[in-house]
């Protein structure tokens, strides 16, 4: 904590030194899919802000530094026999990019998004204050407020987020349907009884797959997913499969689910060349985002007389127009497969402001991650707005790591802008960092 404290003076000097200049994160990796405005900022560095720095299972917390990766935080606290409530899916996602944006995984049914699980955090201001939030101090507002802010109320730079026991392997259960209807309806069932995980994924409206997991002491077997062997695709192969609780929580990260066949990274001789060193959410990433700058998909595409537009997206629809979204994406933008997950109903208690879950209502998350390919040119992000659009209609709400193009009032009555304001005021009265809207939508 004394290490902890050096660094947090350290870093507010450097931010007060830079007077009233408009602020920025410094990078070297991201997790967010939009592209950015390369405007001149003063770059705060909180990369060193990398440590765990308690574990205490008795009380079922850890407390750790904002720019720790998932995939550090979980090495920490499995030793210890516990995991935090909700890791999102890949490994580099950082905890307090999760808590800043919105984290989820198959926990979330029971235990809700990241950041339901928090029980306090400090955030550097944009003025180089640094405050400590809980729900029940002065600071309440900025606590229900800072998820889905993204950087523009502040960073978090301590976190304690609630643990949960583990046990040294997860039962996982594939129930397949032929129809929507019946694994919706399994779904909620799933989600009303005693599983420790439950998500599904979709391949086709006839072919749905929901996993149901259970954590166990005893395995008969342990299957391995982190090499040649790929675990999406052993959702249709296997009907019971055991992995260890490590492999578990990352199953999904060594073909980034199913995204690494854009790369060719499915292929059994390229996976051998590339090694399992670089089958990763890591390596995927930095591939995708230098053939972003240099182009090459689009231009291939177009030789083939092909427009292309990237939909990655994740959206939290209410359980009960869950088999409408389903509908309307299969029919309107036809990418597959598609992740689900199910959320537990939010807290009347604890309504947060940027992320507005009704509270009693079941929502499921889908994530739909790929390029759209078609003859006809459209206007650019035409699928993506229809996905706003009819996740808007259908009562639900996005995420905003991804493209976003809502109109002003369209963003404002999904994001509460109203309530936004009053936080922006308080919190960062001189505007040194971007509005909301500016970074999510304008690209800033």
């Known amino acids: 904590?004394?290490?902890?404290?050096?660094?947090?003076?350290?870093?507010?000097?450097?931010?007060?030194?830079?007077?009233?200049?408009?602020?920025?994160?410094?990078?070297?990796?991201?997790?967010?899919?939009?592209?950015?405005?390369?405007?001149?900022?003063?770059?705060?560095?909180?990369r060193e802000f990398r440590r765990v720095l308690a574990v205490d299972t008795a009380a079922g917390w850890v407390d750790v530094e904002g720019s720790t990766r998932y995939e550090d935080l979980v090495a920490a606290t499995l030793p210890h026999r516990a995991m935090p409530a909700v890791v999102p899916q890949l490994k580099t996602i950082t905890v307090g990019g999760a808590a800043a944006g919105v984290g989820i995984e198959a926990t979330s049914f029971r235990h809700g998004l990241v950041h339901d699980t928090l029980l306090e955090y400090d955030v550097l201001l944009?003025?180089?204050?640094?405050?400590?939030?809980?729900?029940?101090?002065?600071?309440?507002?900025?606590?229900?407020?800072?998820?889905?802010?993204?950087?523009?109320?502040?960073?978090?730079?301590?976190?304690?987020?609630?643990?949960?026991?583990?046990?040294?392997?997860?039962?996982?259960?594939?129930?397949?349907?032929?129809?929507?209807?019946?694994?919706?309806?399994d779904l909620a069932r799933q989600c009303e009884g005693t599983a420790d995980f439950v998500d599904g994924v979709v391949f086709g409206a006839n072919d749905l797959v929901l996993s149901v997991a259970r954590f166990v002491d005893e395995a008969p077997w342990l299957s391995d997913y982190t090499f040649e062997r790929i675990y999406y695709r052993s959702l249709r192969e296997r009907e019971t499969d055991y992995l260890s609780a490590h492999d578990y929580l990352w199953r999904w990260d060594t073909d980034w689910f199913w995204c690494s066949k854009n790369l060719y990274a499915q292929n059994p001789l390229v996976r051998r060349l590339l090694g399992r060193e670089r089958l990763n959410s890591r390596f995927y990433t930095r591939v995708m985002r230098w053939n972003a700058r240099r182009g090459l998909t689009r231009r291939l595409a177009r030789l083939r007389g092909r427009f292309t537009e990237s939909v990655i997206q994740d959206v939290d629809i209410p359980l009960a127009r869950a088999g409408e979204f389903l509908d309307f994406l299969l029919r309107e933008v036809g990418i597959l497969p598609v992740w689900i997950c199910p959320i537990r109903p939010a807290d009347a208690s604890m309504r947060f402001t940027l992320y507005p879950l009704e509270p009693g209502v079941r929502y499921v998350n889908f994530g739909f991650w790929d390029v759209v390919e078609r003859r006809a040119r459209y206007e650019p992000g035409h699928f993506n707005r229809l996905v706003e659009r009819e996740v808007m209609r259908l009562g639900g709400i996005k995420s905003l790591y991804s493209e976003s193009f809502f109109t002003r009032d369209e963003f404002a009555r999904a994001y509460r802008m109203d309530e936004y304001v009053a936080l922006k005021a308080r919190y960062d009265p001189a505007g040194r960092a971007l509005g909301l809207y500016e970074k999510c939508v304008l690209r800033g």
């Open 1 to 46: 904590m004394a290490a902890h404290a050096a660094r947090r003076a350290r870093l507010v000097a450097a931010l007060r030194s830079a007077g009233d200049a408009p602020i920025g994160l410094a990078r070297s990796t991201s997790n967010l899919f939009r592209e950015r405005a390369g405007q001149p900022k003063h770059r705060i560095d909180l």
């Open 126 to 185: 944009p003025d180089g204050r640094i405050v400590t939030c809980t729900p029940a101090n002065e600071h309440r507002d900025l606590f229900l407020g800072f998820p889905n802010s993204y950087g523009t109320l502040g960073y978090a730079i301590r976190l304690r987020q609630r643990t949960l026991p583990v046990r040294s392997a997860v039962r996982v259960e594939h129930r397949r349907h032929g129809d929507p209807r019946g694994f919706f309806d």
